[in-house]
Nanobody, 124 residues
Framework: QVQLVESGGGLAQTGGSLRLSCAAS????????MGWFRQAPGKEREHVAS????????YYADAVKGRFTISRDNVKNTMYLQMNSLKPEDTAVYYC?????????????????WGQGTQVTVSS
């Protein structure tokens, strides 16, 4: 089972940028499709972006399309989420997740391993 650790969260102003990282260990990262999810206070966890095992295919939630970019480095066993043009509604705890398949999915139930989460706060 792969272990995941997120980093890079913090405070940003509206219109600003942040880059999240998710470092993986203990598994075969290059065989795992990966995803980013987020959960705001009082709301359910929602899908943000997913990427297949090779990095050749990605999928974004409508709320972040055109602003966020998911990527991965299978040599460094790390996934990234570049977040630009941030909005206050992007404020949430962001989680990275891995699934035991090369194919990306958007449903959280399809993922087998989760990180502890990193807080992103966007001020207006």
């Amino acid at each position: 089972q792969v272990q995941l650790v997120e980093s890079g969260g913090g405070l940003a102003q509206t219109g600003g940028s942040l880059r999240l990282s998710c470092a993986a260990s203990g598994g075969t990262f290059s065989r795992n499709a990966m995803g980013w999810f987020r959960q705001a206070p009082g709301k359910e966890r929602e899908h943000v972006a997913s990427i297949n095992s090779s990095g050749g295919s990605t999928y974004y939630a409508d709320a972040v399309k055109g602003r966020f970019t998911i990527s991965r480095d299978n040599v460094k066993n790390t996934m990234y989420l570049q977040m630009n043009s941030l909005k206050p509604e992007d404020t949430a705890v962001y989680y990275c997740a891995a699934r035991n398949s090369i194919y990306l999915r958007t449903a959280s139930r399809e993922y087998n391993s989760w990180g502890q989460g990193t807080q992103v706060t966007v001020s207006s």
